[in-house]
């Protein structure tokens, strides 16, 4: 069999029935045992946003921690990339509108994970350190019978990912975003690409931090101010979006064809799958970002977390989703961001090209900045520290060589790692329950004293 047949079979494998219905089974029972607490801390988490982190700010110890708050841009950049741009139109091109029904149910089932794999990444912090771990998951995994083999795996399958998914793919999608639009040649914007990974990564986690800052407020409201004025201008077709989505989920062959149990299974495969690789909770990436921090707040922090799922899914998502399916362009046979920018030109015309080439590009960038501060904590912890010098290196060579590659077998890859990442966090949230459940426990005592 060749490698690419190969690492095909191996990807749709790693994401067949099993583990989707195991990230089901866990997430509804993680719910369960915290008693929905992305429910009950949902409003919370807004307020903890706008909340001054002065307090944490003061307690930082060293220039490598970060705060809360910079752990939740971190976060928030991470998981707001071109997976959600692209993986929306893929999501209704393969299961139809109702996708988007079966991506928000997982989604909000999945805040619960994102909340105790935070917290579980910040309760060790100053008790034990594995490594150069401090916190994370590398940290809390090395507390589990064979705790040695699962830190180190999940930080070789984290590293993969930010090479990956968090690096080549997102490179490739801009070089094919400044080509399309404006004609540049991708080798121009792989080479301005090396230099500016070597800037950010050289700076160290304060410059990595300084223009997530300022990236990701300005990519989210970009998005939400653009796809606002789409759906107003298409306003009367929202509620028959609406039923479109409802009816999708229960009626899927209407859109897929073949018979219903078919058309049902690929319907509820493609939602699930697809949120699971849109919001990342599950996976251990925001863990690793929150263990950077000084571990204060845990509780507090982990409702923060919270709501990067929320933002990403039922903002971002569903905002996209409503706009491929109220302009009418969701079933013309485009696909990917594609399709985007189809529904975008029925209202800016040729100009809704240049917003989502635009949105494209920062997405990109944002996420790129982002996993490099992942995968730099993750071949810190895999080199025992030593070897730093040549991380942003490899980082910065797999965005040259990622932004004019063809890409198909690393999208492949990335699944792959992926679906490593998960199996191997969420075994170590299963283990650890009972202490997640407690830390939480015992902050509502506190609070009604």
Known sequence: MEF?????????????WPLLVGVFLASVFISLQLRFVQFRYFFSSIRMLFASDDSEKQSQKKAEELTAFQAFINTLGANIGNGSLGGIPVAICAGGPGAIFWLMIMSTLAVALRYAEVYLGMAFIGKYRFGSAKGGPMLYLSLLPGGFILSYLFAFFCFGYAIFAGNIIQ??????????????DPYYTAFFVLAFILYILIGGAARVVKFLDMLVPFKVGLFIGSCLIVLIYNYQAIPHAFYLIWHGA?????????????????VMTVGLQRSVLIHEAGLGTAAVAFGSTTGQFAVKDSILSMLSVYINTHVICLMIGL????????????????????????????????IISFLTINFGVSVLISYAYLG???????TGGRYMFIFPVIYAMAAFVGTFMTVGIVWQLADIVNAGL????????????TTIRKGLVEYESQRKV
């Not at 730099?376 to 895999?382: A, G, Q």
């Open 376 to 382: 730099k904590v993750c071949w810190s912890f895999l």
């Open 422 to 433: 998960l199996i191997v966090n969420i075994l170590g949230l299963l283990w650890f329950m």
């Open 323 to 354: 706009a491929l399916l109220t302009t009418g362009v969701w079933d013309n046979g485009q696909t990917s961001s594609a399709l985007v920018v189809c529904a975008y030109e029925t209202v800016f015309g040729s100009f809704g090209g240049w």
């Open 4 to 16: 690419s047949s190969m690492i095909m079979t191996l990807a749709q494998r790693s994401w067949s």
């Open 250 to 266: 229960f009626y899927p062959q209407a859109f897929i064809g073949g018979s219903f149990a078919y058309a049902l299974q690929t």
């Open 171 to 184: 490179c490739n999608t801009v070089g094919l975003a400044l080509q399309k639009t404006w004609a540049i």
